[in-house]
């Protein structure tokens, strides 16, 4: 017993855990986090590494002396703002799975949680709509569907004549495209259907899940308006507002 548990000391001893979350948390919804190990022993491995949060745990089968191991760790944070990490226990049952030797690390690294998106059908947008669907409206451009073939103007790139019609015809003929320019979308927070600030702070989150990589999303706050914009670094901005909201 004594062998056994002095060596069960040694497997973790040396092991040096580090937490790295991913980009966008959600609140009550289960994020897998970057558990990168070390084992800073430079002649003993460690075998049978166990993490385990209030959420979940993982296991690490073998490290090398030296050499460092690479898991995921579940975690769930149950409100939006931002948070500390917590608690994180190291354990093993090396070498006869009679004794667990462990011990506990808490992260002071802060998080932040974005509110738990909850589905809405309905918002006050910018144009006045009360839909939440796909509104598009068709302008002139070169990506869109096929619309017609007209005369070349010599303002258009050479890339859009159509060389076969143009031969057979014996004039330089263009192919006239349509393209879908999204109509932006502005969540105006205080008429958002939800009962309650959290539940409104939740909806305004899905739809710029939603919405936010297909057409332009704004936010309306009671304080201030963020203009409508589109791609992932404004749509992070705008849920980071939304997980801040009345917290700051």
Not at 128 to 140: H, N, Q, V, Y
Not at 171 to 194: M, N
Not at 224 to 235: D, F, M, Q, S, V
Request: proline share 8%; with cysteine; glycine share 10%.
């Amino acid at each position: 017993m004594a062998v056994t548990g002095y060596a069960g000391m040694l497997n973790i001893k040396g092991i040096a855990p580090l937490l790295l979350p991913p980009e966008e948390l959600y609140a009550n919804h289960p994020a897998v986090f970057r558990l990168v190990v070390h084992n800073c022993k430079q002649s003993l491995p460690s075998f049978l590494i166990s993490a385990t949060s209030p959420s979940g745990g993982t296991i690490l089968p073998f490290l090398a002396a030296g050499s460092t191991g690479e898991t995921g760790l579940e975690l769930v944070f149950p409100a939006r703002g931002r948070h500390p990490v917590g608690r994180i226990r190291i354990s093993s049952p090396f070498p006869v799975n009679f004794f667990t030797r462990s011990w506990e690390f808490t992260l002071h690294d802060e998080v932040l949680v974005f509110p738990e998106p909850l589905p809405v059908t309905g918002l006050s947008a910018s144009d006045g709509s009360e839909s939440t669907g796909e509104t598009a409206r068709t302008i002139r451009g070169q990506d869109g569907e096929l619309e017609g073939i007209r005369g070349y103007s010599g303002a258009e790139p050479l890339r859009s004549i159509h060389w076969r019609l143009s031969a057979r015809d014996h004039q330089l003929l263009v192919k006239e495209f349509g393209t879908q320019a999204a109509t932006p979308l502005l969540i105006r927070l205080d008429q958002l259907p939800g009962a309650g600030l959290e539940t409104r702070l939740s909806q305004a989150a899905w739809l710029i899940r939603r919405f936010g990589g297909e057409r332009p999303v704004g936010l309306a706050l009671p304080d201030r308006t963020l203009a409508p914009a589109i791609g992932r670094r404004h749509c992070l901005h705008l849920l980071t507002e939304l997980a801040l909201y009345d917290h700051q």
